[in-house]
């Protein structure tokens, strides 16, 4: 994974060198001959601090990214040590929570990450199911970490998967063959397969194949021999390349207690292969779409697997859905994510007030970029802050989906007034309302498919009925979400698959702060590619439903005044809570706490990885 993400960043111009702590392993021949490599020279890695520390002084590289639990240490304690400017990201693959029975050197990393996270300049996490655990176990502020997926699919990905089938029972179209990748060991389970395997021989025919070692090869293969089905199992060992191996396979099976996310399911969804895995914390369910594109089964149910397996067999999976969702994990994505989480800290501290990275667009511009741009790689969120949203700040969540937005459009105007008298160069307000206004009459809209989630059937057959007389109806989908959404999380899934379904360009969220910010937020990787506009009751201004105040009040900023007589019952205690907490917040802006200043990463600086 360290390498597709290499070669990918150096093909955008970034100088990267690789630090081991030793030059040695079975994937030393995949090392380009030109990438720099520095040798530590250390037995372990945690021996490596010292020799990272007099690296770091000697080239002072601006970024420094770690991979693995202790890899992550070694890193955050030598650039203590060596007290350089380098910015550190450590990336997190595994739960701590289940890292804990691995024995007391995986039970300390929580309390290493708790006392060094200040050393971390970015701290990433493989999926969103790591990250709410390392926030947890580890007591690291959920919105310090961001969730990049794995670089599973490299550009060489289909050249890898080339050839023919490197096993006589894969060339056999006669018996269906499925496939186990991973280390033998008790975080993968591989035992539970073969108890289920020998289930499903006694109504099946059917063969399995094992890629990979680990300290559990001989117990397993005693295991094979007892049940019975050593002739319809094979152990292939470790193979530096699975990928022709799931190809040709019926469906690759997951049995893991425990997972970060699962690149070996990524793989086989990305060659067309039908997948079976354990829903177990945390990767999985969350590659699978809840198992909308692969079978899950309980972790440990043998019975449950077996079942499984034949259902595969009878009902092959959806080799589309599952092509089109391996896209999510390629290593220009990757690349993507781990630059623009580097451009997060180059941006000028002329843009922000308020702990909000505002956008100097007026509403016009924000709508040419929107209906203008090519289609996204990732959900685009925008937002339009208003002093509720400051005080909604403090809520981890919330601020998550804030530092995540693309682009953060200042709605309120004490907030415009203070930023101005910060030096801040904004130009004008961007309220909802004229953002979805110029968005609904823009004459390129018919170009994109419009997905708008409303909060009530009344919004919904207003919406339908504005949408047939601006001759957008075959463009445009209308969402009602179900009541209850803030404590119901499998109908916030349920609706992000909807939205999926649907395949908007463009998303127009109507549920108001925070749920809408947040729901998009933690729900990208379901939503996938689109502009997201978060816009509360703008939606329902523009049909008329709710009267809007007179334009000399819009044009003073007293919009907020207009609301607060006709719906004083519901606002009051709002305003008071915002009016109450923006001292405190400017308080905060003007006297920060201590940030050094961060370099820029620029074409060709230096972006280490080890």
């Known amino acids: 994974m360290r390498l597709a993400l290499i070669a990918e960043l150096r093909t955008r111009g970034i100088d990267v060198r690789l630090a081991v702590a030793s030059l040695k392993g079975p994937l030393l021949p995949l090392l380009p001959p030109d990438l720099p490599v520095e040798e530590l020279d250390a037995g372990r890695i945690l021996a490596a601090v010292l020799p990272l520390a007099r690296y770091l002084r000697r080239t002072r590289p601006t970024v420094l990214i770690a991979s693995l639990d202790h890899n992550n240490i070694t890193a955050l304690l030598a650039r203590l040590v060596s007290r350089v400017s380098t910015d550190v990201v450590i990336c997190q693959h595994n739960t701590l929570s289940a890292e804990r029975a691995l024995g007391w050197r995986y039970r300390a990393i929580p309390w290493l990450y708790r006392a060094l996270q200040h050393c971390a300049r970015g701290i990433v996490a493989v999926s969103q199911g790591v990250a709410d655990d390392l926030a947890v176990v580890a007591s690291i502020s959920r919105d310090r970490i961001t969730t990049i997926y794995n670089p599973v699919i490299g550009p060489d990905f289909a050249q890898r998967a080339a050839g023919p089938p490197p096993h006589p029972w894969l060339a056999d179209d006669s018996e269906p063959v499925f496939v186990f990748v991973g280390r033998l060991t008790h975080q993968k389970d591989p035992t539970s397969l073969l108890d289920a395997m020998a289930l499903l021989l006694l109504s099946r025919a059917a063969r399995l194949i094992i890629l990979g070692d680990g300290p559990l090869r001989a117990s397993l293969e005693e295991q094979v021999s007892h049940l019975g089905i050593a002739d319809r199992t094979a152990f292939v060992g470790f193979q530096s390349n699975p990928l022709p191996w799931v190809k040709h396979a019926h469906a690759l099976v997951s049995t893991s207690r425990y997972?970060?996310?699962?690149?070996?399911?990524?793989?086989?969804?990305?060659?067309?292969?039908?997948?079976?895995?354990?829903d177990c914390p945390h990767g999985p369910s969350e590659i699978l779409l809840g198992g909308q594109i692969g079978i899950l089964v309980k972790v440990g149910d043998v019975a449950a697997?077996?079942?499984?397996?034949?259902?595969?067999?009878?009902?092959?999976?959806?080799?589309?859905?599952?092509?089109?969702?391996?896209?999510?994990?390629?290593?220009?994505?990757?690349?993507?994510?781990?630059?623009?989480?580097?451009?997060?800290?180059?941006r000028s501290p002329q843009t922000c007030a308020l702990g909000l990275q505002l956008t100097p667009l007026r509403a016009d511009?924000?709508?040419?970029?929107?209906?203008?741009?090519?289609?996204?790689?990732e959900v685009r969120l925008v937002v339009t802050p208003n002093l509720d949203h400051v005080?909604?700040?403090?809520?981890?969540?919330?601020?998550?989906?804030y530092k995540a937005a693309y682009f953060v459009c200042p709605d309120g105007a004490p907030i415009l007034l203070y930023a101005r008298l910060r030096g801040l160069r904004l130009s004008s307000r961007v309220t909802g309302c004229e953002l979805f206004h110029r968005l609904a009459n823009h004459p390129d809209l018919v170009r994109h498919r419009?997905?708008?989630?409303?909060?009530?059937?009344?919004?919904?057959a207003a919406l339908s009925e504005w949408a047939d007389n601006m001759g957008l109806r075959s463009n445009m989908v209308v969402l009602l979400a179900p009541p209850g959404l803030v404590d119901a999380p499998g109908a916030q899934l349920d609706l992000a698959t909807d939205i999926r379904a649907a395949a908007p360009t463009i998303l127009v969220m109507t549920l108001g702060a925070p749920l809408s910010e947040t729901f998009?937020?933690?729900?990208?990787?379901?939503?996938?590619?689109?502009?997201?506009?978060?816009v509360g009751q703008a939606v329902r201004v523009e049909l008329g439903l709710?009267?809007?105040?007179?334009?000399?009040?819009?044009?003073?900023?007293?919009?907020?005044?207009?609301?607060?007589?006709?719906?004083?019952?519901?606002?009051?205690?709002?305003?008071?809570?915002?009016?109450?907490?923006?001292?405190?917040?400017?308080?905060?802006?003007?006297?920060?706490?201590?940030q050094p200043a961060h370099p820029v990463l620029k074409r060709g600086r230096h972006a280490h990885l080890g």
């Open 259 to 278: 997972e970060g996310l699962g690149n070996a399911i990524i793989e086989a969804m990305a060659c067309g292969t039908s997948v079976i895995a354990t």
């Open 305 to 346: 697997l077996a079942r499984a397996m034949q259902l595969s067999i009878d009902s092959p999976g959806d080799v589309a859905g599952l092509i089109r969702r391996s896209a999510c994990f390629t290593a220009a994505s990757c690349a993507d994510a781990h630059l623009a989480l580097l451009d997060t800290w180059s």
């Open 365 to 377: 511009q924000v709508t040419e970029h929107i209906v203008n741009d090519s289609m996204p790689n």
């Open 391 to 401: 005080r909604l700040l403090q809520r981890p969540a919330f601020a998550t989906a």
């Open 450 to 460: 419009v997905c708008v989630v409303v909060e009530s059937s009344a919004t919904a």
């Open 520 to 534: 998009v937020d933690r729900h990208r990787h379901i939503i996938d590619r689109c502009w997201a506009l978060c």
């Open 546 to 594: 709710i009267k809007r105040a007179p334009s000399f009040m819009q044009e003073a900023g007293l919009e907020w005044l207009w609301r607060l007589a006709r719906e004083p019952r519901r606002l009051v205690t709002r305003y008071i809570k915002a009016l109450s907490w923006f001292p405190v917040a400017v308080l905060r802006d003007v006297c920060p706490s201590r």
